[in-house]
Every structure is written in C-alpha cells, then in structure tokens.
C-alpha cells in the first residue's frame, strides 16, 4: 500500500524546551488517564526527576515523521501501519544515538520492545538498552512544540474513523 511519510525537523535548546514547554503536571494527568499508564518501564512514574533529565542535555534535535492514513481500510489498519513505522522510527534513533557520543534518543510514544512488558511483572526492564522515553513520558508538551515548530496538529482517532495523519513524534537529546 503506498503512503505518505514526511520528515520534519528541528534543534531546539533544552533551555527554551523547559521554559516553554515542561509542564509534568499536565502530561501526568494525559498518562494517567491513558490505558497503557504504567504498564512499560518508558512510561511515569519515574524514580529520578525528568527535569534533571532534561537539564543534562543542552540541545535536542526534534524528529517528526508524518505518516499518511491514505489507503487504510480501517482504524486497526491505520494503527498497524503506525505501528510498523514506529518499529522503523524509534530503530534509527537508537542508531542516531550510537553515532552521537553523549546523546540520548527519544521514542515516538511508550516502549513497544517487548510483548509484554516487564514491570507488569514487577520485574526490571529486560532491555534497557531498546527501551527509552518518550517527550511526554518526561514532561513535555509535545503537540504544542509540533505545533508551534512545524505548524500542523497531532491526530487522534475517535476510534471510529481514521484521521488523516499520525505523526511520529521523538528525536535526540545531544
Ligand atoms: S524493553 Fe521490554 S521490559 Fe523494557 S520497558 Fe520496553 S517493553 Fe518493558
């Protein structure tokens, strides 16, 4: 099935990124209202402060992959398209990461590695070296940075009807 996928990119001062964009508060209350909440090691709570995560990085590299829903049958169709790029998109950020001494990626969304995740068990993370955290995971209010960066808004599915668009939202922290 052919589809669009659009890059968009930008770099970004964590400075600027905590001024205007840090509010754990709000993204807190998205997570816990999520069905996922808590479920993969990526997702809050977190033992250690996303602000001081934040603050150990001076620059962060914003990567958006727009992808079409054009030709999706279906809203289960749209998310398995979504999924599979996912897999793709959070791949080369580890891969740009390993080519970035001192970085550290950032995953479109939770951590999808493993079937089920460890922590439902109460067990540590199996693979701490795949799994890594999302923008609103620690704090950020990543549709308004899209929005204010490139311009156009992040789509969700009522759960019946396919919007026109995901995006893939994560990127490098340098
Ligand atoms: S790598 Fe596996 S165990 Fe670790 S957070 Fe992801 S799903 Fe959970």
Same mark, same amino acid.
């Given at each position: 099935?052919? !589809?669009?996928?659009?890059r968009?990119e930008a770099r970004?001062?964590t ?5 205007? !964009?840090? *509010? /754990? @508060?709000?993204?807190l ?6 069905r996922?909440?808590?479920s993969?090691?990526s ?5 250690? +402060? /996303?602000? *001081?995560?934040w603050?150990?990085f001076?620059?962060f590299h ?7 829903n ?6 289960a169709a ?5 999924? @599979?790029?996912?897999?793709l !998109? +959070?791949?080369?950020?580890l891969a740009?990461e390993k080519? &970035?001494?001192?970085?550290?990626a950032?995953a ?7 079937t089920?995740?460890? &922590? ?5 993370c199996l ?6 955290y999302?923008?609103?995971s620690?704090g950020?209010l990543a549709?308004n940075?899209v929005k204010?960066q490139?311009?156009? *808004?992040?789509l969700w599915?009522d ?6 668009y !995901? ?8």
């Open positions: 099935m052919t !589809y669009q996928k659009q968009f970004i001062a400075e600027e990124l905590i001024e205007k !964009y840090f *509010d /754990p @508060a709000v993204t209350a998205k997570c816990r209202a999520c996922g909440f808590a993969t090691w997702c809050p709570d977190f033992d250690f +402060d /996303p602000l *001081d995560f603050k150990g001076s620059r914003l990567i958006v992959d727009r992808i079409s054009e030709g999706a049958a279906s809203v749209a998310k398995d398209r979504l999924l @599979a790029e996912k897999s !998109y +959070d791949a080369e950020m740009l080519e &970035r001494p001192g970085s550290c950032l479109a969304q939770e951590c999808a590695h493993c089920k995740c460890a &922590r439902l068990a109460g067990k540590p693979h701490p070296e795949q799994m890594r999302a923008l609103e620690l950020m549709v940075l204010d490139f311009g156009f *808004d992040v599915s759960g019946k009807s396919v919007p026109a !995901y995006l893939l939202v994560g990127g490098i922290l340098e």
